[in-house]
């Protein structure tokens, strides 16, 4: 049985981009005769508003489709993300990172920093201390070197059978758990998309670099493999991919213009994006 999840992040109102990814993974669930799950990803206390998490059912709705019960809330779970980042430091896995992004960014532009690398390693080598962290804020992060010593490098398998083996170079020493959030993305993701049952990921393809740090996760905190499904990503018809920060149109908006939700969605399991991004670019949102 195939078990699919749409797991979007309360930030702001749901667009286009999103939409294709949730009847993606809807239409796979449906298909198989399997689940579909919806899950609130509002680690982000920052930004999250109730008011967003309202509109995600709305939206939901409106686009016809139907998930299964309960909604997984990642609000509500930092307990568990807690268990497996002291599974992983028991094992020496992670390491705490005092840093702060302006240290990160003064390090990488030195002469000897590594400008192609997301982070340059510099808390890697300090003894843990207790008492430091009590008193200093600090995230956790992967010592990927240790990691991959012990799980080697991962693989995973897209729906459509081919199978791609991660290279090092895709997995540095990414935090787990931020000084703000108990847990960052990836290691939420792996742990509750372990925890629902979760066969198949369905998502965008700019989250396919996700993949192997978060199959290497999996293979060290012994969770089940799912398969992957990488999908095109809704754009701007200038190429540019929708996202909330450049305020793409919004379904409220489409919503309120009177577009059918139902044909939006039948129109976006076809795959007819071009007609669907040209009436993303040429509709203002709220």
Partial sequence: ??????????????????????????????????????????????????EFVD??????????????EPVLVQSQRTDDYGAALDRLRERGLVYACFCTRADIAQSMAAPHG?????????CRPLHDNPERRAKTPHSWRLDSAKALEIAGLPSWTE?????????????????????????????SCVVDDAASGVTMVV??????????????????????????????????????????RDLAPTL????????????LARDLLAEKLPLVSHFATSRAGP
């Fill in 203 to 244: 998502r965008g393809a700019d989250l396919r670099p996700s993949t192997p740090t978060q199959r290497l996760l999996q293979v060290l905190l012994d969770l089940p493999e799912p398969t992957y499904r990488h999908h095109p990503l809704v754009t701007h018809k200038d190429g540019r991919r929708l996202a909330k």
């Fill in 159 to 187: 729906t459509d059978g081919g199978r791609f083996d991660a290279d090092a170079s895709q997995i540095g020493d990414v935090i787990l758990a931020r000084k703000d959030a108990p847990a960052s993305y990836h290691l």
């Fill in 114 to 122: 590594d400008a192609a690398a997301s982070y340059p390693g510099t």
């Fill in 1 to 50: 049985m195939i078990v699919t999840r749409f797991a979007p992040s309360p930030t702001g109102r749901l667009h286009l981009g999103h939409a294709f990814s949730a009847v993606s993974g809807h239409a796979r669930a449906l298909e198989s005769g399997g689940r579909f799950l919806l899950r609130i990803d509002d680690l982000d206390q920052g930004r999250s508003r109730p």
């Fill in 252 to 263: 409220a908006a489409m919503r309120e213009g009177g577009v059918d939700g139902i044909r």
């Fill in 55 to 68: 509109g995600i059912y709305e939206d939901m709705e409106w686009l016809g489709l139907h998930w299964d």
